[in-house]
C-alpha cells in the first residue's frame, strides 16, 4: 500500500499568488476609493439639504447688546439699527457676491415673509461685505425686494462674530443674529449648509423669539 503525499504549494507560487491578491485589491481600491468618498459627501450633502441645516450656535447663554451700525445700503439710503429700535429684527450675513446660495436664501425669506412675520419678526436686514456696485447688480439679478447693506470695512460683522464662521477665514458665514425689540441679541446661528427656511430659522430660534 502506497501512502499518499500531501502536496503543498511551493513558497514561491504562493508569494506569486499573494502578490496578484494583493494588486487586484489595491486596483479596487484605487478605482473605487474616490467614488466611494464622493457617495459618502453627496449622501451628507443630501442629508443637510433635506434638514435644511447644519447649525453652529443657537439661543445666547446670556443676551447682550447688539452692536449699534449704520450702513449705506443698495437702495441708496442709510440703515440704522436704531432705525428698528422696538421691532425684532433678523440680521442676515453672508458670504454675498459670488454665492449664489446665498441670495436665493434671501429670496425664499421673501417668499415667505409672513412665516417670519407671524412670529414676531418684522424685519430681515442681509449684511455683505463687498463692493457697493457688485452688491447692486447681484441683488437686481435676482429680483430681490430687500435692500442690502453693504459692510464694506467688514467692522460690523466682525462686532457681531460672524468673520470666519463659513468657509472663507475673511468673509462673514452664513450666519442669523436674532434683536429682540430692546436691542439685545436673543439668539445667534451659522448655518454651513448655505440655507435655512423661514420655518428652520422659527423652530431654530424656540423660546428666543
Known amino acids: 500500500m502506497t501512502a499518499k503525499t500531501t502536496q503543498y504549494p511551493s513558497t514561491a507560487a504562493s508569494r506569486t499568488r499573494a502578490r ?3 494588486k487586484r485589491g489595491s486596483s479596487l481600491r484605487q ?5 466611494i468618498a464622493i457617495a459618502a459627501v453627496a449622501i451628507l450633502g443630501v442629508a443637510i439639504w433635506k434638514t435644511g441645516s447644519t447649525p453652529a450656535g443657537g439661543a445666547v447663554a446670556q443676551a447682550r447688546s447688539a452692536p449699534a451700525f449704520s450702513l449705506p445700503a443698495t437702495d ?3 440703515v440704522s439699527l436704531a432705525d428698528s429700535k422696538g421691532q425684532n429684527v433678523l440680521i442676515y450675513f453672508s458670504e ?5 446660495a446665498c441670495f436665493y436664501q434671501m429670496t425664499s425669506l421673501e ?3 409672513s412665516v417670519l412675520k407671524d412670529a414676531g419678526i418684522t424685519k430681515v436686514i442681509p449684511i455683505v461685505v463687498n463692493p457697493m456696485n457688485d452688491v447692486q447688480q447681484t441683488v437686481q439679478q435676482f429680483d430681490l425686494k430687500t435692500p442690502w447693506l453693504v459692510d464694506g470695512d467688514k467692522s460690523v460683522s466682525s462686532a457681531y462674530n460672524v468673520i470666519g464662521t463659513g468657509m472663507h477665514a475673511d468673509l462673514p458665514g452664513h450666519s442669523f443674529v436674532l434683536i429682540d425689540a430692546s436691542g439685545q ?3 445667534q446661528m451659522a448655518y454651513p449648509s448655505m440655507f435655512a427656511s423661514a420655518q428652520q430659522l422659527v423652530k431654530d430660534m424656540g423660546n428666543a423669539i
Not at 478605482?31 to 467614488?35: A, E, I, L, R, V
Not at 454675498?96 to 449664489?100: A, L, Y
Open 31 to 35: 478605482t473605487w476609493g474616490p467614488w
Open 185 to 187: 441679541i436673543k439668539w
Open 76 to 78: 441708496g439710503s442709510t
Open 111 to 113: 417668499k415667505d415673509a
Open 96 to 100: 454675498g457676491v459670488g454665492c449664489d
Open 20 to 22: 496578484t491578491k494583493a
